[in-house]
């Protein structure tokens, strides 16, 4: 049940607004017009890793929540965090009262959002998944887990600084989004970590019968192996980035945005 609905001016041509509820208050970012595509970060970084996708809010209704425990959005641990994370998406959109939307999960974040498109397929117009995996299933990306949790219990800060300067090489976004991830609530953060290390969503990948966009970058292949799983799904795309790792909505957001907006246009419209 949302308590209260509260609207400030941000960066220019941005609303930020909130949601306040039981467990907390969840602000997120809201611009352009159109279809609403819902952007899910991954543990840590919050709203502003997809700074770049505001571009696309000449086209479609852009929101970008920093998800409990994130950012400036506070809330009490809950038991599975994944599951939370899918009803503060479900209050922002009741909130909104979007009929339909698009959900796009980054990394970690897409098992947040599989897992919305799993409760709510009515509501799930498209999914997208950037660096999607259903569990992790390569030696690759166990060890890249492995080794960012064994980081993050030794300096936060130099976690939070390792991934902003990974994610660009602009100067002044890289202090936006090391800034950012020191405003989370370090205890969330890696429960994120941990619950999305441990989440196996591959049983029911059939149930996701919407249109399923799967972006990877190239090079990234401890990542884009794990596009097998979602051959199950009836209606699944692949698209590769040539040249690009896993960064794509901050390091390649040209090509990526366009890839969405391509996505949309030809599967949706």
């Known amino acids: 049940m949302i308590l209260a609905n509260l ?24 611009y352009g017009k ?15 890793v997809f700074d770049r996708q505001q571009k696309l809010a000449d086209k479609y209704l852009i929101v970008t929540p ?14 599975s965090i994944i599951e939370n994370y899918v009803e503060e998406l479900k209050q922002i959109i009741d909130n909104e009262k979007f009929e339909e939307v698009i959900i796009c ?3 970690a974040g897409g098992a947040v959002a599989q897992e919305f498109a799993k409760a709510y397929p009515k509501i799930t117009k498209a999914l997208i998944l ?9 030696i690759g990306l166990n060890l890249e887990y492995k080794l960012g949790m064994k980081l993050f219990k030794k300096s936060q800060k130099t976690l939070a600084r390792v991934l902003a300067n990974s994610h660009t090489k602009d100067k002044g976004y ?8 020191l405003k989370s609530d370090f205890a969330h953060w890696y429960k994120f970590y941990d619950q999305t290390y441990h989440y196996n969503g591959v049983t029911d990948l059939d149930s996701l019968t919407m249109p399923l966009l799967l972006i990877y970058g190239a090079n990234a292949f401890w990542i884009n192996h794990h596009r097998v799983y979602y051959e199950r ?15 794509l909505p901050t390091k390649h957001w040209q090509p990526f945005n366009q890839i969405i907006s391509e996505f949309i246009d030809s599967k949706l419209i």
């Open 105 to 107: 999960g980054y990394s």
């Open 34 to 48: 159109g279809i609403p595509i819902i952007f899910i970060h991954p543990p840590g970084m919050g709203r502003r």
């Open 233 to 247: 799904c009836p209606n699944h795309h692949v698209v590769y980035i040539n040249n690009a790792f896993h960064q």
């Open 66 to 79: 920093d998800l409990s425990g994130h950012g400036i959005s506070s809330s009490s641990i809950q038991y």
């Open 7 to 30: 609207t400030y001016p941000c960066r220019r041509g941005v609303n930020m607004k909130n949601i306040q509820y039981e467990n907390g208050t969840v602000y997120y970012d809201l």
């Open 130 to 138: 950037s660096g999607g995996y259903p569990k992790v299933a390569t």
């Open 174 to 181: 890289r202090e936006i989004l090391y800034s950012h991830m």
